[in-house]
């Protein structure tokens, strides 16, 4: 494969399966984003019930880490796009979502991540009623979770990419480059797709921390 076949609006590639090693078809949709540019859709499923979805944009990205801050109800609305390379903060919890071998790319709002992290909240809330002291940070989580998403709370949320393909899409957004050592310590995900080696790369790495809190 080669860069040639992204000026194709969609097409498929078989591969090996990392699972069950059954061939494997990837499908690619192209698609424009306005104000940030051409992305690539990659998604794929196979008959053992092994998953991929990923987003690619189609544009040579440094590592990177983008931050903004979360005050109104208008800056819920700023897009976030979020490869299967891409490492979600939230310092003022104490929250970081990694990505590991059963991560997905998603292209949401910062309403939907906030989203996404009160359901995991919710469900570890139930694993931990026992644990008095578990379960009332739990809860004050998700006290703090309920404000922001109201407009009456503030955070930050911090995403980082080592391959430069997540992003936050607002004008009080700030990015920066990450330098080498600092994407070095960052999770890839599960598949790396190298144009300059023409082959698609495994990453099983085990180290998965979905969501951790203090």
């Given amino acids: 494969m080669n860069q040639s076949f992204f000026k194709q609006e969609s097409f498929e590639t078989r591969i090996s399966c990392p699972l069950c090693h059954n061939e ?23 008959q053992c019930s092994f998953r991929f979805a990923d987003t690619m944009i189609l544009s040579s990205k440094e590592p990177v880490r983008y931050e903004m801050s979360v005050e109104t109800l208008e800056d819920l609305n700023a897009r976030v796009i979020r490869s299967t390379s891409g ?41 931990v009623q026992e644990d008095e002291e578990k379960f009332s940070r739990s809860q004050e989580l998700l006290c ?14 911090i995403i980082e990419d080592p391959l430069g393909n997540s992003a936050i899409i607002s004008k009080k957004a700030t990015s920066t480059r990450l330098s080498k050592e600092e994407a070095e310590e960052l999770n890839t995900g599960m598949i790396v797709f190298d144009v300059d080696k023409a082959e698609l790369a495994h990453d099983i790495s085990d180290n998965v921390q979905p969501l951790e809190g203090d």
């Fill in 144 to 157: 703090m979770l309920e404000k922001v998403i109201e407009g009456k709370g503030k955070i930050t949320v």
């Fill in 24 to 46: 494997l078809i990837m499908n690619w949709q192209r698609d424009n984003i306005p104000y940030f540019g051409e992305i690539m859709y990659i998604s794929a499923n196979c």
């Fill in 87 to 127: 490492t979600i903060r939230i310092p003022e919890m104490g929250i970081i979502v990694e990505p590991g071998t059963v991560s997905e790319s998603y292209i949401t709002n910062i309403e939907g991540v906030l989203q996404r992290v009160q359901s995991v909240l919710v469900t570890a809330s139930k694993w």
